[in-house]
């Protein structure tokens, strides 16, 4: 089924790099206007020239998702500008291949904040506006770390795990809100 994606306002996390740059740029070319954003202002600009040439209104946005403040002000941005957000692909992540003990916990907190509670805090701010239209799309990224624990991926696939089952359950709270 080929999905309809003409004038949907995408928020995407992490569309410096990697995954959500791609995403950012075939949903662009797919008619959406995507909202981006990551930490590297530098890297956004280059997505955001890819983009624009399918989908002119696009915006990139330097945001910390682990930051709750800076989402919230995010989203209140991308609201105002763009009227809603009809969807929110939570792709933000940091991957770190390295034995657990040797793995400062500030770098194990990080994780989790981007990982994980960066994806709590994107939800938090869009869903109030998707639950009164009755209307909206959440996509977390994932991994196969997320179902099986791997060697040296400790804080990675906790906080994969932990995106999976918060996901879960939040299917089955916001279906009936018409969030999908």
């Known amino acids: 089924i080929a999905m ?5 306002v995408i928020l995407i996390t992490g569309a410096s790099s990697g995954i959500g740059r791609q995403l950012a740029v075939d949903l662009a070319a797919r008619g959406a206007i995507v909202a981006g954003c990551g930490r590297s202002i530098a890297r956004l600009r280059e997505t955001l020239k890819e983009v624009r040439r399918a989908s002119p209104s696009s915006t990139m946005i330097g945001c910390d998702v682990s930051d709750a403040e800076q989402v919230r002000g995010m989203v209140e941005k991308i609201i105002t500008d763009f009227a809603r957000i009809d969807a929110l692909i939570n792709n933000a992540a940091i991957g770190l291949r390295k034995p657990f003990l040797e793995t400062d916990l500030a770098t194990v907190e990080e994780i989790m904040r981007v990982n994980y509670l960066g994806a709590v805090y994107c939800a938090h701010e869009v869903l109030p506006s998707m639950i009164e239209r009755r209307s909206g799309q959440i996509v977390n990224i994932s991994s196969g770390a997320g179902l099986i624990g791997t060697l040296n991926l400790a804080a990675y696939c906790a906080s994969k795990f ?18 999908h």
């Open 4 to 8: 309809d994606f003409k004038d949907q």
């Open 162 to 179: 932990a995106l999976n089952g918060w996901s879960e359950s939040l299917y089955y709270e916001l279906k009936p809100l018409g969030v």
